[in-house]
């Protein structure tokens, strides 16, 4: 049970270390096709820097999802050696890792949204006028197709991988009652 455990955390922690990954290799090319697109639209590239918008590998595109990656491989070996800490601290991480995961779905799917109201919030006609589903489609374009499989592929070992842990630790906590 415990090597099971220990397998799905580190699948979930292959899943957050594709983010920075994928995003070092292709962001420059992302962020290039951002500034393009800017340019086209007439607007200042520096638009991206100012407001915090990366696609590449830097901030916490990447300290986040390496930190979530080394917890749960802590985690991992915990289980691996049979410590008595293991059981509680999956319980805590997975639920972390589900939550945050949710999250990272929700921004995914309203991120045109959600960058529209930030530009608005800042009150610049400028970024009023910027068509952000235009901006965020050439950033996509400067990323291969297939990473659009790997962040669902992500997505569901994700959710499925911790699911199936959470499970198994349930049925072993229901078989020690």
């Not at 291969?144 to 499925?160: M, S, T, Y």
């Amino acid at each position: 049970m415990n090597a099971f455990i220990a397998a799905m955390q580190l699948s979930v922690a292959g899943a957050f270390v594709s983010i920075p990954v994928v995003r070092a290799r292709f962001g420059a090319t992302a962020t290039s096709a951002a500034k393009a697109e800017l340019n086209r639209q007439g607007v200042r590239t520096t638009v991206l820097e100012e407001n915090g918008m990366r696609f590449d590998a830097g901030g916490h595109e990447t300290w986040a999802p390496m930190s979530i990656a080394a917890v749960l491989a802590a985690a991992a070996v915990l289980n691996l050696i049979g410590n008595s800490m293991a059981g509680m601290l999956s319980w805590i991480v997975l639920g972390l890792v589900l939550a945050i995961n949710c999250v990272i779905l929700y921004s995914n799917l309203t991120a045109t949204a959600s960058v529209q109201a930030a530009f608005a919030r800042k009150g610049d006609p400028e970024l009023a006028r910027v068509d952000v589903a235009a901006l965020l489609k050439a950033a996509e374009s400067g990323f291969p197709r297939w990473v659009w499989v790997l962040q669902n592929a992500r997505h569901v070992i994700v959710f499925g991988a911790a699911g199936l842990a959470l499970a198994t630790l349930a049925l072993a906590t229901v078989a020690l009652v």
